[in-house]
């Protein structure tokens, strides 16, 4: 694993570009703002309460102690509003934060879903959920602890100095020399903390793949007898992790300890410097204890604020990646003004001199033309890597061909709104993704128009209905894991149980009953007549049996239509498909 490096060159700017997913909340930010000085007076004016007590009430000619009471009530007074102010503080900050990751994820999430094909192609799901969930948290770091940083600490100082200055401007002079000194230290210390913190989650990061890529293969290890050769790894590993947790430590407690010493010291040269000008008559000592105090509180937000340039890092470096997914215009777009076919949308599809690749100058469809007519039954074969299901893609929209067009009721589909493409066209296909929730609402895919009715009627044209009536629960059937708990044939009904319930005019199957034993292929087979009535069906199959029917059947190789026409015709011809046939046939015999 790589440590966090800048893929680009993040800054400032990337972080900019995020700022109007915080707008909104504006508001809270500059409460917050109002908040945190309210807080920062509370915090010093303390110390020079306890100053104006000691001076004009203790120690002087004439002690006070009704004064005294005075100053008792306000300081507690004074701490209510501090403590109060940072409560509000915290509050309306966590939620601007909060409020502004929901906002960046939604509209990450959004863009992402508006994305084609190929940006998928390009990209893995683990890299795109890692950019909406950790990026997105990252970034806020920014809009909360570092802003709040910057506010807060760097008001902090100012106000401790200030009222240092109006106390005793030589004394004051003594803490400004500190300030270089008290930085430089931490953000010394802190580099060290952040390079040990990296390598030992990177060391850890490693640890972890090792073990699962171990527990995984475990019966390879032991068939192979590799069980001394893999501990000796993970022992490798495991001290390198024990190596960097331990330097890790210590450097903390270094840092710790040192900052303290400092702090300690700075107190004692204040004492001696103080108490000197205390004893010379130059400041009364209530003066010199409220000194002793800012001192000890000038430390904490110097520490902060240098803690904050590693949240600026990061935070940079996220709002880079989520940046550049969000300047990602997606490929296939709806036109400006969408052509609307009729409600009798017919079904005929077209093919016109498609050539598409995938890459640049390396087409896998090559000047693919066909008519599919309305309600006709369409079988594509052809061996594996032929383009069949790139053909598909490109009646769905999922990417653009090249050259050429494709037409559904003679209307380029680049012309139509994708929503009413897909509502016409429908898929199914071998892989089958499931969805959390019940059967139910897998098969109407949470469309609430969908009645229940529909959903069984659906079930039982594909003959889907007896499986599900043997499942647990039946049509309430919880899915888990993207459907674990179902064999492969079960969610290939559902499947088809979804798509029948859309009622699209285009049918498209791509190797869909490949995972169906030969009885259940037979009734599905059977309730896909049914659902092909009045339907175009394209049929996408390997089992030459499934399309032997077919009114017309294409042949693909290699990305052109090599054969086409009805099965007998095909097997008469002795070309491709008289070969695959006689293959298919010795396969059929082989397994039957
Ligand atoms: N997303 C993709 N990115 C790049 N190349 C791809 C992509 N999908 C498919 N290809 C390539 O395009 C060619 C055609 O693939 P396609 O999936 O259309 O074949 P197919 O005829 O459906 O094969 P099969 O019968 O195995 O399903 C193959 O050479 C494949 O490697
Ligand atoms: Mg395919």
Redesign the pocket.
């Known amino acids: 694993m790589k440590q966090e490096r800048p893929s680009s060159s993040p800054s400032l700017k990337s972080l900019a570009r995020l700022l109007p997913f915080a707008r909104p909340y504006a508001w809270q930010f500059a409460g917050v703002i109002a908040l945190v000085v309210v807080f920062n007076a509370s915090s010093v004016m303390q110390p020079y309460l306890v100053k104006i007590a000691i001076d004009q009430d203790i120690s002087s000619h004439h002690p006070n102690p009704r004064g005294l009471v005075d100053i008792a009530a306000l300081y507690i007074g004074v701490v209510v509003a501090g403590v109060a102010a940072n409560y509000l503080q915290i509050t309306l900050l966590q939620k601007a934060g909060q409020s502004v990751i929901r906002s960046i994820r939604v509209g990450l999430f959004q863009h992402i879903e508006r994305q084609s094909?190929?940006f998928f192609?390009n990209r893995a799901v683990g890299a795109l959920v890692a950019n909406v969930s950790n990026d997105t948290e990252t970034v806020n770091q920014f809009f909360t602890n570092f802003f709040l940083s910057m506010i807060r600490d760097g008001l902090s100082i100012l106000m401790i100095l200030l009222a240092m200055f109006r106390l005793d401007v030589r004394m004051g002079l003594f803490s400004l020399v500190l300030v270089p000194i008290i930085f430089a230290v931490a953000a010394g210390f802190r580099g060290a903390l952040r390079r040990r913190y990296q390598r030992t989650r990177t060391l850890l990061a490693g640890m972890v793949a090792f073990l699962a890529e171990n527990l995984a293969g475990m019966r390879i290890t032991q068939l192979f007898r590799q069980e001394v050769r893999q501990a000796e790894k993970f022992r490798d590993l495991a001290g390198q992790h024990r190596d960097a947790n331990i330097r890790e430590y210590l450097t903390s407690v270094w840092f710790n300890r040192t900052f303290e010493t400092l702090g300690n010291v700075s107190v004692a040269a204040v004492v001696y410097i103080g108490g000197t000008a205390v004893l010379g008559g130059a400041i009364p000592i209530g003066t010199l204890y409220a000194f002793i105090r800012y001192i000890q509180q000038f430390f904490q937000p110097i520490n902060a604020m240098t803690q904050q340039w590693n949240t600026l890092q990061s935070a940079m470096v996220a709002a880079e990646r989520i940046g550049q997914i969000l300047e990602i215009e997606p490929e296939v777009l709806d036109p400006e003004v969408p052509v609307s076919l009729s409600n009798d949308a017919r079904g005929r599809v077209e093919f016109r001199h498609v050539t598409f690749?995938?890459?640049p100058r390396?087409p896998?469809?090559r000047d693919v033309s066909f008519v599919a007519e309305p309600g006709s039954f369409v079988g594509i074969v052809?061996?594996?890597?032929?383009?069949?299901?790139?053909?598909?893609?490109l009646l769905l929209r999922f990417y653009d061909p090249d050259e050429g067009e494709v037409l559904l009721d003679g209307v380029p589909v680049r012309q139509l709104a994708q929503d009413a493409l897909h509502r016409l066209v429908g898929i199914v296909q071998?892989e089958v993704h499931l969805f959390t929730g019940t059967i139910r609402d897998n098969i109407r895919l949470f469309r609430e128009d969908i009645s229940d009715e529909r959903v069984q009627q659906a079930a039982r044209a594909v003959g889907a209905d007896r499986v599900i009536a043997r499942l647990p629960d039946g049509y309430d059937t919880v899915i888990y894991g993207r459907g674990a708990n179902l064999s492969m044939g079960e969610r290939q009904l559902i499947a088809f149980a979804r798509i029948v319930a859309l009622d699209p005019k285009v049918l498209v199957l791509?190797?869909a009953t490949a995972n169906l034993d030969s009885q259940t292929e037979m009734w599905v087979q059977r309730g896909l007549v049914a659902a092909s009535q009045g339907r175009t069906t394209l049929v996408?199959a390997?089992r030459l049996s499934t399309i032997r029917h077919a009114d017309q059947i294409l042949v693909?190789d290699r990305?052109r239509i090599v054969e086409r026409g009805r099965h007998d015709e095909l097997v008469r011809l002795g070309g491709l498909y008289a070969r695959l046939h006689a293959e298919s046939g010795v396969e059929s015999r082989l397994f039957s």
């Open positions: 094909m190929r192609d690749g995938y890459h390396h896998v469809l052809g061996p594996t890597g032929a383009g069949k299901s790139s053909l598909m893609s071998q791509d190797e996408i390997h693909l990305g």
